[in-house]
């Protein structure tokens, strides 16, 4: 059974950081890119990071380029995402993804198993 299960999440004050954890089971993580995607109330759904499967190549949305780091650790089945110097604009709940395939994948309906999310509230 694929889950996929984000932890880390909670508030923080503006300029701080916080870790994501993505842990998964039921299919080998480095088969599959993951993604990162965030929605805040009222917004549509927004792809944030990915991590291919194959190579490990990065993506960013320009809006986290900077600030944000992806990275994996196979043996832990854990995708991580760092998120430094926070802004109140990243207030949302994010989600992990695992893709249909294992090179970097952009959009949300390029990923075929979602968790159940984390929030992250940003705010002084």
């Known amino acids: 059974q694929v889950q996929l299960v984000e932890s880390g999440g909670g508030l923080v004050q503006p300029g701080n950081s916080l870790r994501l954890s993505c842990r998964t089971s039921g299919f080998t993580l480095n088969h599959y890119a993951i993604g990162w995607f965030r929605q805040a109330p009222g917004k549509e759904r927004e792809g944030v990071s990915c991590?291919?499967?194959?190579?490990?190549?990065?993506y960013y949305a320009d809006s986290v380029k900077g600030r944000f780091t992806i990275s994996r650790d196979n043996a832990k089945n854990t995708v991580y995402l760092q998120m430094n110097s926070l802004k109140p604009e990243d207030t949302a709940v994010y989600y992990c993804?695992?893709?249909?395939?294992?090179?970097?994948?952009?959009?949300?309906?390029?990923?075929?198993?979602w968790g159940q999310g984390t929030q992250v509230t940003v705010s002084s």
């Open positions: 993804a695992a893709a249909y395939r294992p090179e970097i994948a952009y959009y949300g309906n390029e990923y075929r198993y």
């Open positions: 991590i291919s499967g194959r190579d490990g190549a990065t």
